[in-house]
């Protein structure tokens, strides 16, 4: 098995908010990331995807079929957006670095049909990041 | 969906790498410079991997404040600026290596309550590291 990684970086908006909580109760548990007038991040993503490489390319998929994918998929959904207010898979929910990750496993695990999609590493800076692995592992 | 969650903390500390058990030649022989009697330090980057399920009401595994607090008083607090040999118990009989540093941290973190602890990788400089997943 061959685990390839590709990394591609956005930027996005967000802040974090349940509805259900007062004011108070958001403030405590979430602390500055709830000011509502949000903030931001470069936000580094890993994708890993894990196969056998074809014995005509030598590829276990095509590099710039998954470019034009997380092109597709990720940067134009996420880069330089707001992820509580422009991200409609997010929607009512709170775009966590956790969420976050589990939503782009969503978007890209049906769309990896060359090798199988293994592992999802989104780093919302160098010392926060959460891996996502789908079902598996 | 499985998911972890990791955490990195730094720290700075000195230690020496030198085992009773052995002669002073062995020690000079197998530590080489990380022997040297007065010591030497390094700055650590501790990365803390979790995992359990993402909590409803705030999308988290954990609360990083209550992780941070955590790993603060556990850890860094007892190994920041410390000389690791003379002031951490675990390593008045344990040679202070990374291995046995990670082991130790493991030990301190694994009673974190709100999540699961996964993982303690060390890099004891930005040439190696070290990870200890439990038993």
């Known amino acids: 098995m061959i685990y390839l990684t590709r990394k591609i970086e956005f930027s996005a908006a967000h802040y974090y908010h349940n509805p259900a909580w007062s004011p108070e109760e958001n403030a405590r548990v979430f602390g500055k990331c709830a000011n509502l007038k949000g903030h931001g991040h470069n936000y580094v993503l890993e994708v890993t995807v894990a196969g056998t490489p074809d014995p005509v390319t030598g590829m276990v998929l095509d590099l710039k079929e998954l470019k034009e994918i997380l092109e597709r998929e990720i940067m134009q959904r996420m880069d330089h957006r707001h992820l509580n207010h422009e991200v409609p898979e997010l929607a009512g929910k709170i775009p966590t670095t956790e969420n976050v990750a589990a939503t782009i496993w969503n978007l890209l695990q049906p769309k990896i049909t060359k090798g199988k999609l293994h592992r999802v590493r989104l780093y919302e800076n160098p010392d926060l990041f959460v891996d996502c692995f789908g079902d598996g592992r | ?135």
Do not use: W
């Open chain 2, 1 to 135: 969906m499985k998911l972890h969650l990791t955490r990195r903390y730094a720290f700075a500390a000195a230690h020496r790498l030198h085992s009773a058990q052995l002669s002073e030649e062995e020690n000079r022989r197998l530590y080489g410079k990380c022997a040297n009697p007065y010591g030497h330090g390094h700055n650590y980057h501790v990365e803390v991997t979790l995992s359990g399920p993402v909590d409803a009401a705030t999308g988290m595994i954990a609360n990083l404040a209550e992780l941070d607090a955590f790993v603060g008083r556990e850890v860094l607090d007892a190994f920041d600026h410390k000389n690791l040999n003379e002031e951490v118990p675990a390593f008045r009989s344990a040679v202070p290596t990374t291995e046995n540093l990670c082991v130790e941290i493991f030990r301190r973190l694994c009673t974190f309550p709100a999540a699961h602890l996964e993982r303690v990788r060390i890099e004891e400089t930005g040439l190696n590291s070290f990870e200890y997943a439990g038993e």
